[in-house]
C-alpha cells in the first residue's frame, strides 16, 4: 500500500468529494493579496493519517499504523519522535493533553500537564521589591515537573495496542542514528537566544554556530534516556539516572525539581467536554486546560446567531471576536486546577450562559473589556510555541494531543548526560495575579501558584463529531492563548463556511483574549474596507504577520485529508 506524504507548503493531491454526511464544500474567497490563497489541496490518505509539525515524526505515526498499530499508538510514537525530531516543542521535559475518541465509543481526555514543585511558593517569581523578575521564563526556576512521559505512557496502556518498547523504536532510532535538520527546525534554532545560554548549545550550536540545514543531528543523550523509558517504562524517566541527572541539572542552576516531585507525578485522566455546535458534537480538553471551556463558551455564544456572515465580513469579525472576548475573561478569572479551585464549569458549558453573553453584545460597537469586566489590565508580550498533532487510524479512533515545553525551546535548560530540554511551564501560572504573563494574559487567584497545582493551559486539542457520532475533524494548535481562537475558527471555517480543510487552515485569522483589548488579525487577511468599519465600530485592530500553528485532519469521501500548518513547516502523512 502506498503512502500519501505531504510536506508544506507544496501540499498537494485529491479534492475531497461528497460524503452523504459531509455537506458539499464551498470554495473560500479570501481578501485580494492574502498570502495564502484558497484552493490548495491537501494530503488525502485513505486509511489513516498524522499530522504534526514534523514530517519525519509524522511518517512515525504512519510506520505504527501501517503496522497495525491504532490511532493511539500512532499518537505516543508520534510524540516521543517529535522530542527528537522538533525539540523546540517536543519533549520529553514538558507536558500535553490527548483527546481519544474509539471506535467502540470510550472517549478519554488524558492530562499530563506539569505540576508546581513541592517546594514552589505564590511569589516565588518577585524580586525583594514585589516586581516581577523573568525567572518563570528562563533558567532552571521555571519549570513544573514534567508529566509527558507519564501521560504518553498511561495513554498508551489504557487505549493502546502496542508496547510502550515498539512505538518508541521510531524515536529512539532518530535520536541515535540522526536525520536531517530541515529548514524549518533549522530556522527554529536560529531564532533561539535561550539555548545557547545553556548545555544543549553543545548539540544545537556546535562551535557556537546554529546548526543549518542540511547538518545531521544526532542526539546519543536522548537516545540513551529514550531507551530507559522503553525499558523500563515512566519509572525510566522519574526514577534511577535519568531523574538522578535531572535533580543534578535542578541543583547546578538553582532550580527546585526534586526526586520526590518526580517520583510523585501522576497525570490524570478526565472526561472531554462534550459540547455541541449546529449539530455537531465537540469532544475537548476540560481543566487543568482551558481550551475545551473557552471555546464551548465562545461556540456557545455564536450559535445565538443564526448566521455569523461571509467569512472575514465586518459582522464576522465584530461576532467571533465579542465572544472570544467575553470568554477569555471568563477563561482569566474563573479556571485553574479543579484540583485546587471550584471551577464553574457547567455554568461557563452552558447554552443558558452564551444567551446571556450574547445579550451583552452590541451589533453595532466593539465593547472595551474595561466595561466588560473593569478589573483588568494587560500589555503585549512576545510570541510562544507549543506544538498539536492529529491522528486518525483505519478502525474509526481518532487521537488529538497538544505537547509543549511552554515557550520555544522551553526555559532553555537542557538535562546534562540525559539530552532533553525542559519547560518554562511555571510562567503559566499567575506569577503575579493581576499582571500579564508572557502571553499577555492577566490571570487571577485561581491559577496563582500552589504546590503540586497544574498551571493553567490553553491547550485545545479537539475532535469533532458528525450528526452520526463519526469523526469529521481533528485538530488543535500552538500558539499560547490563540490556540483556542485559531483552533475553533478552523472548525467554524469548516462547519459554517463550509470551507475544505486546506482552505478552513488558510483562511485568515483574528485573536481576542479581552486582555490586551485589541483585535488581533493576520496582515493582508482584512479587507481595508472591513477594517475601516471594525475600527469605525470601535474595535482596536492590532495586525500580526500570523496567528497560530494549526494541524487538522478531516474525513472527506473514501478517506482521510491532512493539512500542517501553511504558515509553518510540517507534514501530512497517510496511508
Ligand atoms: N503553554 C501554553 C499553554 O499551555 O497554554
Known sequence: MGTAVSVTPSARSRTPAGDPRIAPRVPAQFPAGWRLPAGERATFAKNAMAVSNSPLASEAATDILKRGGNAVDAAVALGFALAVTWPEAGNIGGGGYMVITLADGRTAAMDYREIAPLAATRDMYLDADGKLTDKSIVGHLASGVPGAVAGMARALERYGTMTLSDVMQPAIRLAREGFVVDSGLASSIRGTDRVPQFEGARVFFPNGQPLPAGARLVQPELARTLQAIADQGPAGFYRGWVA??????????????????????????????????????????????????????????????PSLGAHGSTQWYHAVASAYQRAFIDRNSKLGDPEFVPVPMDQLTSKAYARSLRATINDARATPTRDVDATMQALPREPMNTTHYSVVDQFGNAVATTTTLNGSWGSGVWVRGAGFFLNNEMDDFAAQ???????????????????????????????????????????????????????????????????????????????????????????????????????AMGWSLRPVRSLVNVNAIMRVKGGWEGVPEPRRSGGAVGH
Do not use: C
Open 244 to 305: 538522578d541527572s535531572l535533580v543534578a541539572e535542578m541543583q547546578r542552576g538553582g532550580g527546585i525539581i526534586t526526586t520526590q516531585d518526580l517520583a510523585q507525578y501522576s497525570p490524570r485522566e478526565r472526561r472531554p467536554i462534550r459540547s455541541t455546535y449546529r449539530g455537531f458534537t465537540l469532544l475537548a480538553m476540560p481543566p487543568s486546560s482551558s481550551g475545551g471551556v473557552t471555546m464551548t463558551e465562545s461556540l456557545n455564544i455564536l450559535e445565538t446567531w
Open 433 to 535: 495575579p493581576g499582571m500579564p504573563n508572557m502571553f499577555g494574559l492577566v490571570q487571577g487567584e485561581q491559577n496563582a501558584i500552589q504546590p503540586g497545582k497544574r498551571m493553567l493551559s490553553a491547550m485545545s486539542p479537539t475532535i469533532v463529531l458528525d450528526s452520526s457520532q463519526q469523526v469529521l475533524l481533528v485538530a488543535g494548535a500552538a500558539g499560547g492563548p490563540t490556540i483556542i481562537t485559531g483552533t475553533s475558527q478552523v472548525i467554524l471555517n469548516v462547519l459554517d463556511h463550509r470551507m475544505n480543510l486546506a482552505d478552513a487552515m488558510r483562511a485568515p485569522r483574528l485573536h481576542h483574549q479581552a486582555l490586551p483589548d485589541s483585535l488581533t488579525i493576520e496582515i493582508g487577511g482584512v479587507a481595508p474596507a472591513v477594517q475601516d468599519s471594525l475600527r
